[in-house]
């Protein structure tokens, strides 16, 4: 069995990405035959660009609450019912690249084995010896090869599989990969990454303003997709992100400071808190280790330390999705680029 790039459709999906969307067009000539752009509600001149390079455009409905997880779907639906010829569908966020070689090679590992339903290879950052954040990225694309629990937004996907699982969630405002990847793993299908160059990111994030942010939007992707499949056959994997959240970001560090405060009344209060100290210092131990079998003594030392940092605005993105959640309310979208992005934007029109 093979595929030719004909039966092969194309998703970007994009909101006010300016120049990166440029380029990640220009990456997408000459490969497959079938592109769609969806765009969020972009206030710069993304349609209009997508247009003037041939690409057909779907614009989101506004009205209704704008997620990723739903761009995707309008995207794939969209070529499913204009293309029905397509079998597979190659995802691509609007500040990435496509690798010249990617399709082709990403086609081939799907035809070697049918239960293979997604296959991603490695992302890398753009401008990734430029700032701290970058790096970190960098380092956080690249996981491990071989079979894998989830993939990130650039993915080649098979539309059966898309069709059978009902797609992407488009209530979760962030982390629809990984829930969408525990369900076509719950069907028999594997997510398999392997040892291709597949795109070129840009992170644009240059402050930690926008690394906070990014991390709280992560903590409610993690509380969201914890409550969708605590009951499932991976509730472990599922749930171990949240709760180390909640531990290292809340439990322990307020379980410290209450023993330190009371100290001086109780011996045991300052045996909690060397306790609580050891804990941190085998969790960094831990991180540290895993990162540095394959990165650098410093890059692994930054990984580690924003590891742990991190926990705190975990934690903030798990209440905020408790508190909508028991109100009744659909968390708004959390950009971490927009200020940024707006600025970036009118400086190159």
């Known amino acids: 069995m093979s595929y030719n790039m004909t039966q092969v459709g194309i998703v970007v999906i994009g909101r006010n990405e300016g120049p990166r969307l440029k380029r990640c067009f220009q990456s997408l000539e000459h490969t497959a035959s079938s592109v769609v752009y969806v765009d969020s509600g ?34 794939w639906r969209h070529l499913n ?48 010896d430029t700032g701290i954040y970058h790096r970190l990225i960098d380092m956080e694309l690249d996981v491990p090869i071989g079979q894998v629990r989830s993939c990130h937004g650039n993915v080649l996907m098979r539309l059966a599989a898309l069709q059978a699982t009902g797609g992407f969630d488009p209530s979760m405002i962030a982390g629809e990969e990984p829930e969408l990847c525990i369900r076509l793993r719950q069907q028999g299908g594997t997510i398999l990454r392997v040892d291709e160059p597949m795109t070129i990111h840009d992170a644009a994030m240059n402050r930690f303003c926008q690394w906070w942010k990014r991390s709280i939007r992560c903590g409610h992707a993690n509380a969201h997709c914890a409550a969708l499949h605590s009951r499932s056959s991976q509730w472990r994997h599922v749930l171990q992100p949240a709760i180390s959240a909640i531990i290292w970001g809340f439990a322990a560090p307020i379980m410290a400071i209450t023993a330190a405060i009371t100290s001086f009344v109780t011996p045991a209060a300052t045996l909690i808190c060397a306790l609580v100290a050891c804990g941190y210092g085998l ?48 968390t708004e979208l959390i950009e971490y680029k927009a200020a940024q992005q707006a600025q970036y934007v009118t400086t190159n029109r």
Not at 45 to 56: F, K, T, W, Y
């Open 81 to 128: 019912t204009t293309q029905p010829h397509l079998e597979l569908v190659q995802f691509v966020d609007g500040d990435c690249e496509l690798e010249p070689q990617w399709l082709n090679r990403g086609c081939h590992h799907l035809a070697q084995d049918s239960n293979i339903v997604a296959v991603c290879g490695r992302c890398r950052e753009r401008h990734r």
């Open 283 to 330: 969790l960094t131990w831990r991180i540290y280790r895993w990162r540095r079998i394959q990165d650098s003594r410093s890059d692994a030392l930054l990984y580690t330390l924003f590891c742990i940092v991190a926990k705190f605005p975990e934690f903030i993105g798990i209440t905020t999705f408790c508190a909508n959640r028991l109100r009744g309310r659909h």
């Open 42 to 75: 972009s206030t710069d001149a993304s349609v209009a660009l997508a247009l003037s390079m041939g690409i057909e455009v779907v614009q989101l409905d506004m009205s209704i609450p704008f997620t990723m997880g739903r761009a995707r779907n309008e995207g």
